[in-house]
T-cell receptor, first 116, second 113 residues
Framework: KAGVTQTPRYLIKTRGQQVTLSCSPISGHRSVSWYQQTPGQGLQFLFEYFSETQRNKGNFPGRFSGRQFSNSRSEMNVSTLELGDSALYLC???????????????FGEGSRLTVL | DAKTTQPPSMDCAEGRAANLPCNHSTISGNEYVYWYRQIHSQGPQYIIHGLKNNETNEMASLIITEDRKSSTLILPHATLRDTAVYYCIAVAYSGGGADGLTFGKGTHLIIQP
């Protein structure tokens, strides 16, 4: 079974630009969660989507948004990029809602964003 | 979600059992204990989870104390590839879902040859 696929793996942007990251979950998984990982803050929750609906959102500004399509694929967008947005963005899928029974997360390799 | 406390680092000899402790003294009845690990430059990997009972799978065993205030992840025969940061997480889950997982700093497990 194919794992979680994230594209692109690496990208460089400049301040003020926007970026869209893509995530294809494991086949049959309906939940997709996004996390930001930085050396200083560790892994921080961005949001979770289940059946095209945002179920939970972390403490991030409105510049961070996401969506999920009917085939469970998900995208996240960051607008008006800031230097502090440089990070590894991880997507995770799970068979059920994250955190509960059947809610174990399966992570992709991440998209490493550098903002100059 | 309950706060978890883990030692920042641990060493273990290759071939021996690695026992990673986690304290979650404020855990509530609807909180699951999840363990993940992250090998350098890779995404975190799910290991195991449990609510009340001990659990075992092909990767590890999870021992949860009767009062649920602490747990231990056991890697029965550690190999060099088990060197990673291990995260213990307590996740409050209701039928409507859970808040995002809070990963904390984890334990950096180093397997010594």
């Amino acid at each position: 079974k194919a794992g979680v696929t994230q594209t692109p793996r690496y990208l460089i942007k400049t301040r003020g630009q926007q970026v869209t990251l893509s995530c294809s979950p494991i086949s049959g998984h309906r939940s997709v969660s996004w996390y930001q990982q930085t050396p200083g803050q560790g892994l921080q929750f961005l949001f979770e989507y289940f059946s095209e609906t945002q179920r939970n959102k972390g403490n991030f500004p409105g510049r961070f948004s996401g969506r999920q399509f009917s085939n469970s694929r998900s995208e996240m967008n960051v607008s008006t990029l800031e230097l502090g947005d440089s990070a590894l963005y991880l997507c995770a899928s799970s068979p059920g809602l994250a955190g509960g029974p059947g809610g174990e997360l399966f992570f992709g390799e991440g998209s490493r964003l550098t903002v100059l | 979600d309950a706060k978890t406390t883990q030692p920042p680092s641990m060493d273990c000899a290759e071939g021996r059992a690695a026992n990673l402790p986690c304290n979650h003294s404020t855990i509530s009845g609807n909180e699951y204990v999840y363990w993940y690990r992250q090998i350098h430059s890779q995404g975190p990997q799910y290991i195991i989870h449990g609510l009340k009972n001990n659990e075992t799978n092909e990767m590890a065993s999870l021992i949860i104390t009767e009062d649920r205030k602490s747990s231990t992840l056991i890697l029965p025969h550690a190999t060099l590839r088990d060197t990673a940061v291990y995260y213990c997480i307590a996740v409050a889950y209701s039928g409507g879902g859970a808040d995002g997982l809070t990963f904390g700093k984890g334990t950096h497990l180093i397997i010594q040859p």
